[in-house]
């Protein structure tokens, strides 16, 4: 609050001096000095005697990308603009690096080219010119990898994939100049500068651990523009101090690189054919390694320049569906065209470069290899087949095991981390805990001190004295925090390889050189290169002449067995067979529902009859003190009565009958009437039914693929695929639990009177494929079903069947109908129930499947209703007959 003026008056001169220093100190705090740019520590350049570079600096074909075309003279440069490549990051390293010294090199934007729309995130930037130094073999796109470093056109600095701003934007006409310092006298050794038409952009930035102490060469990476390089001597645009430009270098300060030209004129393409999955892109890698100035062809490397340039991709980038041609996935119709692919084969021929065109499919089959080598018609190259098959090299073992251990240890660190981070995330949660519990302990400690002082103060303001409580000793009373344990770095487990592991040549990966689609349809036709072909020279790196043919032969032999034909189409042959099959089942069901109908009929005119005869007899009784006197008439019905039973009788000696339980199963001439009009399979349930249909189904499906196939060398259905051509065929599906079981072996061996697994593992077919009848099926199914009821009857729980809803369902087209029965009101077949019951229900039947009971033969007798009868099953066990309800009735149940 300010002071009154009176006393403003009386106050001293030191107190005024006082008063009045913060005044001066708010004046200057509203006016603040600007500050000074920083002091450039750059000096001009001195005069150096010593020899300077003599050859000329410039851009070497095999270190620039196929999509760069550059200017016969004045270091113009310029990319493709047409089609999905010009997405793509043109790239260019200089012939000439810098170890030591301080030099810079200048980049012009002559022009930033019009593109279509790229707003799309998988596009990026449109036009982007990136300026720096690389190491020699690096990425020559900048910004990608560790060992390069530059600055965009955007205003950022980039290195190893991280973006930092600092420089300046730039445009058309800009002069973009990158400075080097490598001095060791300097203040600024060891770092690097961007200027901008001649004025600092940026404050030396610099270099990364790294670049230091290694050779770094210009570089320029853009797209979609022009640009001119100059390396000197005299520059585009003079810096505020002198700096020697890298063609002015001192010749002991640069190392130059080097890329001979054949001696006899000729370029090599090498075409590697390998085995799908047996060291392919491994050995490309070795062979890169030692030959720098190779390019590789491929669509392993076109994603990889993709990704370098930022193209976004779906999933990302290391998820691809196979090595030799993966899918795109670039949510961007002309990167997904293979219109990227034909510019790199367009242009390629064109370059003076060695190349090396990896397609592993397309150099294993003659006429694709063929198109690969029409490419590359001119007399300028040289084309050579590198054949990698057969037993690798001791060398290229141990570079295996290298990769397979690598491979081992990275999944072991990661779960490893993973476990870390568990132990990391309780601990977390029981540290919180315990300062929950310290927080409410210590809030109860100071409710109770409040208690006391009330309580000790309401006592002397009475005059009394509180006796002293005893305070509880408390298990933090001056708690002595535990200090932390030290967590101890624990280094991941050091991974080792296991005897099968060292065994191995090639190194397993989750992702496969080819689709398992692309790969059933080719690997039959896999060959090796010969010189008829066109090559040149035919080198083979591993397994030499004779035996590598033998080698690809057997391995071809080995995959016809383990290996499934994706393209497989039922033929018509399999159709007609399957149409014979389905119309057989069905004259068998209809026969099964006659006899069926006709037992029912019987059961009801025997009760009838009965009943009748005992109304009659009734009637009779009641008559008996009637009429005595007409003994004519009395001897009348007497002798109706005695013609009628004799009729009776005869009916019954008329009706035929048979032993089925004696019958001789294959000894049966007719299923559809093994006596007495009685069909083979009267006493088939729906698990008979099921397995009568996958008896048929697996034998025709043996004999169906060899014919389909017509490949003497493919032996039969691996038991691997045999759901796949179950499915192919039959369009449903098959699986082992449906039946019970744990596996397709266990699937045949229910049915292995008609199919058989052979040692090989492949699916076989005891039965002729081509058969007049198929009266064999439900004499087999019948058979099978005897012997295991007489299994279940001596307590073999085993033969029991397990049969699913879905096995049983799945089968219902070969049950009989169930729509026959009387309308008297007693035991119909209709699952809608009528009169006095009847109603058809499977026993067991509840919501969601069929629930599977035993077998064995039951007793008539004991029938619900009057005259009533109960069919049950052969195997039926544990109960003597049924109650069929309703008058009469007659009941079929599924058990």
């Known amino acids: 609050m300010a002071e009154p003026a009176e006393k403003r008056q009386k106050t001293g001169e030191g107190e005024q001096a006082e008063e009045k220093k913060p005044d001066a100190e708010m004046k200057e705090a509203e006016a603040p000095k600007v500050a000074e740019p920083p002091k450039e520590l750059e000096v001009d350049a001195p005069a150096c005697s010593k020899p300077k570079l003599k050859e000329p600096v410039t851009f070497l074909t095999p270190d620039t990308t196929l999509n760069l075309m550059q200017s016969a003279q004045g270091n113009v440069l310029m990319s493709m603009n047409e089609g999905g490549i010009r997405h793509f990051f043109a790239g260019a390293r200089a012939n000439v690096g810098v170890s030591k010294g301080r030099y810079m090199f200048e980049v012009k934007i ?20 990136r300026v720096g130094f690389s190491t020699q073999g690096s990425s020559l796109v900048l910004g990608s990898g560790a060992e390069n470093i530059c600055f965009d056109s955007a205003g950022a600095m980039l290195h190893n994939d991280v973006r930092t701003l600092a420089g300046a934007k730039c ?10 310092n490598l001095d060791k006298d300097s203040p600024n050794f060891n770092t690097v500068s961007l200027f901008k038409d001649g004025k600092r952009a940026c404050q030396p930035q610099p270099l990364p651990d790294s670049l230091k102490g290694k050779t770094l060469f210009p570089h320029v990476s853009f797209k979609n523009a022009t640009v001119h390089v100059n390396f000197g001597a005299v520059p585009l645009a003079p810096l505020p101090f002198t700096c020697r430009m890298v063609q002015d270098a001192t010749k002991a300060d640069t190392s130059a690189t080097k890329h001979e030209a054949p001696a006899d004129g000729k370029y090599e393409v090498v075409y590697p054919v390998s085995l799908p999955d047996e060291g392919t892109f491994d050995w490309l890698d070795t062979f890169l390694e030692k030959n720098k100035s190779y390019t590789e062809l491929s669509d392993r490397a076109i994603l990889n320049w993709a990704s370098q340039s ?23 119709p002309e990167l997904n065209d293979d219109s990227v692919r034909k510019a790199v084969y367009s242009i390629a021929p064109l370059q003076a470069r060695n190349y090396i065109v990896m397609e592993v499919k397309g150099n294993l089959m003659e006429d694709e290899r063929k198109l690969l080598l029409d490419r590359f018609r001119s007399p300028a190259f040289k084309k050579i087949a590198c054949v990698v098959v057969g037993e690798p090299t001791v060398e290229f073992k141990k570079h295996s095991q290298k990769l397979i251990l690598q491979q081992k240890q990275e999944a072991s660190d990661k779960q490893f981390n993973a476990k870390k981070l568990e132990e990391k995330r309780k601990k977390i949660i029981e540290q919180k805990q315990k300062e929950m519990e ?11 001190q409040k208690e006391r002082e009330a309580k000790k103060k309401a006592a002397e303001e009475k005059g009394e004295k509180l006796e002293e409580e005893d305070e509880e000793k408390e298990d933090e009373e001056e708690e002595k925090e535990e200090a932390e ?15 099968e592991e060292k065994k191995m040549s090639f190194v397993k990966r989750d992702t496969k050189d080819l689709t398992p689609v692309v790969m059933s349809a080719s690997f039959t036709k896999f060959t090796l290169p010969t010189k008829d072909e066109g090559f040149d020279d035919i080198k083979y790196e591993w397994t030499k002449g004779a035996k590598c043919d033998e080698y690809v032969k057997k391995w071809i032999l080995e995959r016809k067995l383990s290996m499934r034909i994706e393209d497989l189409q039922p033929s018509s042959w399999f159709n007609q067979q399957w149409a014979k099959w389905q119309t057989a089942v069905k004259a068998w069901q209809s026969k099964l529902n006659e006899y069926k109908s006709a037992l029912a009929k019987k059961a009801a005119a025997k009760a009838a009859k009965e009943a009748k005869k005992a109304a009659e007899a009734k009637k009779a009784a009641e008559k008996k003190e009637g009429d005595e006197k007409d003994e004519e008439k009395k001897d009348e019905e007497k002798k109706e009565e005695n013609k009628e039973a004799m009729q009776v009788e005869e009916e019954e000696k008329e009706e035929e009958s048979i032993d089925f339980e004696a019958l001789d199963v294959f000894g049966v001439d007719d299923i559809l009437n093994v006596g007495a009009e009685t069909p083979l399979f009267k006493e088939y349930q729906m698990e008979d039914w099921a397995m009568l249909s996958l008896r048929f189904e697996l034998h025709i ?23 796949f051509y179950y499915n192919r ?4 599906t098959l699986s082992p639990k449906d039946y019970g079981v744990e596996s397709f072996k266990e699937i045949v061996d229910l049915v292995n009177d008609s199919v058989y697994v052979t040692p090989k593992s492949v699916l076989e077919s005891q039965l002729d494929g081509e058969m007049e009848t198929f009266a064999v099926f439900p004499k087999l199914t019948e058979e099978a079903r005897r012997y295991r009821g007489l299994r279940l009857a001596l307590g073999e729980e085993s033969a029991q069947l397990k049969l699913s809803g879905a096995a049983l369902q799945g089968n219902r087209q070969n049950a009989p109908q169930k729509q026959w029965g009387n309308n008297q009101g007693g035991g119909n077949w209709q699952q809608k129930q009528q009169q006095g ?14 629930k599977q009971q035993g077998y064995g033969k039951s007793q008539q007798g004991k029938d619900g209703g009057k005259g009533g009868q109960s069919y049950r099953p052969y195997g039926w066990g544990g109960n003597k007959g049924g109650k069929a309800s309703g008058k009469g009735g007659w009941t079929d149940k599924w058990y």
């Not at 310290?438 to 109770?448: D, G, N, P, Q, R």
């Not at 259905?717 to 759901?723: G, K, R, V």
């Open 310 to 332: 930022g193209l976004w991709r779906q999933k990302g980038h290391s998820v691809k569906s196979c090595n030799d041609r993966p899918d795109k996935n670039f949510q961007a």
């Open 110 to 129: 002559m022009e930033f080219v019009n593109v279509a729309d790229a707003s799309h995130q998988s596009l990026a930037a449109k036009n982007v010119v």
């Open 729 to 732: 065929y039959f369009k449903k």
């Open 837 to 850: 019951g009847g109603n058809w229900q499977p026993v067991g039947y509840q919501q969601g499947g069929y």
């Open 438 to 448: 310290k927080l409410k302990k210590k809030a109860e400690k100071e409710k109770k």
């Open 485 to 499: 344990e030290e967590e101890k770095e624990e280094e991941p487990p050091k991974a080792e390889l296991t005897a």
């Open 701 to 723: 499906l043996a004999h169906a693929f060899r014919k389909d196939v017509n490949d003497p060398e493919r032996m039969g259905i691996h038991l691997d695929h045999l759901a």
């Open 171 to 180: 445009f058309r006409d800009s002069i973009m100049t990158v400075l080097l």
